[in-house]
């Protein structure tokens, strides 16, 4: 059976955007195979985080994987700091590859733009990135599109392993949706839809209330032309509305241009609100169930328990390959 690997950093709420880029997916690809779901919360600390919201973030993302659809039956769930394997193999990885290659990454460049002390573990941040999948022998990394060169790093970082000290990695692969891979900011669609983001219009959240929702859509940038048609290029702001909403509802691109002719851009966020809202209040509603229940610190442990096993023996594979001494 196939091995999928992905995880989410708990460092902030959860937007739309992880949820149609990387988590929807992740529910199906359950049902045909053998799935681990991260909250890496050892990849939130290469920022300045404060500890209470890293702690109380790794629950709600351990509990939205599972207000989802993420059945731990079918899937593992767990948190990357419960099984040390993670940091170890990043270590060994961090010896295994070179400056000038982590250098090209865009994500560090652009996180530690402006910044004058960058911590030293997010230069290294793709180093554990790759250990994270390597560990499982993933097959596929389901992620949205800002993660695509980070799995082109693991991969060469895998191959290059493989080349020196014989056959250890399983090469995985990205598997990026066509639609839906990167959804944009509301309040300015040349940018990615970001946790981070100082305007909370920007996002919609996958917590955010009714009103809460409708605010940020009824603002949402479009443009002066008036007409409903997908066109990245020059319609940006209507473009990701479209996505967004067939990504939700499960029309096509080119079913809503035929719903939304001769409407107006008003029409179409008016829908758009009540689309969102309806998928939203179910998952809010089981996160509401689950989030402060005893049953999610058991499912995390017995998740840890079952990703450690498998992360032990890839560790130990790569230790002995590279020459350590084992007990
Ligand atoms: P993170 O926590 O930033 O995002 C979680 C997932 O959401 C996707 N995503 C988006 N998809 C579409 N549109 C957007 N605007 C958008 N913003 C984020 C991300 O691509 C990601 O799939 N480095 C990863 C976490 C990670 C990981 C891993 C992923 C650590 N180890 C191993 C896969 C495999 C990250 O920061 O994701």
Redesign the pocket.
């Known amino acids: 059976m196939k091995r999928v690997?992905?995880?989410?950093?708990p460092?902030g709420n959860i937007h739309i955007?992880?949820y149609?880029?990387?988590m929807k997916q992740f529910v199906d690809l359950q049902e045909e195979m053998d799935c681990f779901f991260c909250v890496?919360d050892l990849?939130s600390v290469t920022l300045p985080q404060d500890p209470k919201s890293i702690y109380s973030h790794t629950l709600d993302v351990a509990s939205l994987y599972l207000a989802i659809g993420i059945d731990p039956k079918k899937s593992t769930i767990f948190v990357q700091s419960h099984v040390p394997a993670h940091a170890e193999l990043g270590w060994l990885l961090q010896c295994n590859s070179y400056m000038g290659e982590l250098n090209r990454m865009t994500q560090f460049k652009d996180k530690s733009k402006g910044s004058e002390s960058v911590s030293v573990g997010l230069f290294t941040y793709p180093n554990l990135?790759a250990a994270?999948?390597l560990l499982y022998d993933t097959h596929i990394?389901p992620?949205?599109?800002?993660?695509k060169q980070?799995i082109e790093l693991c991969r060469d970082i895998a191959i290059r392993f493989n080349n020196r000290f014989g056959e250890t990695f399983v090469i995985p692969e990205p598997q990026i949706k066509k639609s839906?891979?990167?959804?944009m900011a509301l309040d300015d669609p040349s940018k990615?839809?970001?946790k981070s983001a100082e305007n909370p219009l920007s996002r919609i959240t996958l917590m955010d209330s009714p009103e809460q929702l409708k605010k940020a859509i009824m603002k949402a940038t479009t443009d002066s032309e008036g007409q409903i048609r997908f066109d990245l290029e020059n319609k940006a702001g209507v473009s990701n509305l479209l996505t967004i909403y067939s990504e939700f509802s499960g029309m096509s691109i080119s079913e809503l241009e035929q719903k939304y002719e001769g409407l107006g851009y008003g029409a179409l966020k008016k829908d758009l609100v009540e689309v969102v809202t309806a998928s939203l209040s179910s998952i809010q509603q089981r996160y509401h169930e689950i989030r402060n229940s005893d049953e999610i610190r058991n499912i995390l442990k017995e998740g840890a328990e079952k990703a450690e096993q498998v992360a032990n023996i890839t560790l130990r594979r790569v230790k002995e390959k590279m020459g350590f001494v084992l007990l």
Do not use: P, Y
Not at 143 to 147: K, M, P, T
Not at 180 to 183: K, L, S
């Open positions: 690997f992905s995880g989410v950093q460092t955007g992880n149609l880029g990387a890496v990849h990135m994270d999948i990394v992620v949205g599109n800002d993660q980070h839906g891979a990167r959804i990615k839809m970001s």
